[in-house]
């Protein structure tokens, strides 16, 4: 008997607790007026059913969305309707589906449709572009997300531009697309210092992004296609899918030289033709100035006068190789350096090696 008095209590104060840590703000017709029609204060309002299996996918995202701007609440107000319950806050809206997600500007009763990406990203970006406030994530070690989100608008913008493009296109419900979410975080860390490469996801069954994934024959998730750039046409990825498969794919399609961690490989920074002319004449660098000198100014690339560089100072010091690398390593472990300085360091260091002869190589 006791038992049976207790379970109910027990379960409204769970409720309680739940709804409490919650930084979604419950709207019903006696609140909504005040919360949001009149509070002044812009509002990004969900109206979903609890039956709807997206509107389940989407609850501990749109959760994280608003503790993310829980810090700005006398901002920005994150809400939600159960629309199912209160049919006439659904029919005054013009709600004809679930979820549908609405912005209320806090100055007139007539909102706006959402029709962007349902990922965390996409929805914060969209309250960030409307009121100026950025999200606050917990947690120590978090980052912003390097991944780009596009649409059907920036998907023609970016697409067939001045930049390599490898997509993702995804489903939030879809599981393999969760597994895969972590590694192209990892991925886009990795070439984030590459502008002329982009790593990007498309959500397939967001309304503003449907055309693309329509239009892209995508019929299952995760699909990912690369984009090289000044085209338009894809070629279909059919890899593994884990980093460093990544990683050597785009190394390959984008002629960059980047590792698993975002560092460079052994080979950035070199130059194939100028290591043969350095290899020619490794021991005797003054009978090569020349030919390396005329191979240089015919390349289009900043590394090619450190060669000429290279061959100028161990034919004046024959123990300069050795000593300017162990430089260039000793500042590379010290750290606390800009990304940009950590490759032009590694990749010095990696045409240096060119210069060591075998034995060299091996001692160091």
């Known amino acids: ?73 006398d901002k920005v107000v994150i809400g939600k309707v159960d629309a199912d319950e209160h049919k006439s806050l659904g029919k005054q809206f013009k709600v004809q589906g679930f979820p549908t997600l609405k912005w209320f500007d806090g100055k007139s009763d007539t909102p706006s449709e959402y029709s962007g990406g349902r990922d965390l990203e996409s929805l914060s970006k969209w309250i960030t572009d409307k009121t100026g406030l950025k999200p606050k994530v917990k947690g120590k070690g978090k980052v912003a997300s390097s991944v780009v989100m596009l649409d059907d608008k920036s998907f023609e913008e970016k697409i067939g531009k001045d930049q390599d493009v490898l997509v993702a296109f995804t489903a939030p419900w879809c599981g393999h697309c969760k597994t ?26 967001a309304p503003n992004a449907k055309k693309t994934a329509g239009d892209q024959g995508v019929s299952s998730y995760p699909t990912i296609k690369f984009f090289p750039k000044g085209s338009t046409e894809a070629v279909p990825y059919e ?75 161990v034919d004046a010091n024959k123990g300069y190789v050795e000593k300017e690398l162990k430089r260039l390593e000793g500042l590379l472990k010290k750290g606390s350096l800009a990304p940009e300085k950590v490759d032009d360091l590694t990749s010095r260091s990696n045409i240096l090696r060119r210069f060591l002869g075998k034995q060299e190589k091996s001692e160091l």
């Open 239 to 313: 890899g593994g899918r884990n980093e460093k498969d990544f990683v050597a794919y785009i190394n390959e399609k984008a002629g960059t030289h980047r590792a698993v961690g975002g560092g460079l490989d052994a080979t950035g920074g070199t130059i194939e033709a100028l290591d043969t002319i350095a290899e020619k004449f490794y021991g005797a660098y003054g009978d090569g100035l020349e030919e390396i000198k005329k191979a240089a100014q015919g390349l289009q690339d900043k590394y090619a006068e450190y060669y000429v560089k290279v061959f100028q100072k």
């Open 180 to 205: 895969l979410a972590p590694t192209w975080e990892s991925l886009a860390t990795d070439f984030v210092a590459e502008p002329t490469v982009l790593i990007a996801k498309v959500d397939a069954e």
């Open 1 to 73: 008997m006791l038992l049976n008095l207790l379970l109910p209590a027990f379960a409204l104060l769970t409720s309680s607790t739940v709804a409490a840590s919650s930084s979604v703000i419950d709207l019903i017709p006696s609140n909504f007026d005040s919360v949001v029609l009149k509070s002044g204060k812009p509002a990004l309002v969900e109206f979903f059913a609890p039956w709807c299996g997206h509107c389940k996918n989407l609850a501990p995202v749109y959760e994280e969305l608003a503790s993310a701007f829980a810090y700005a609440s």
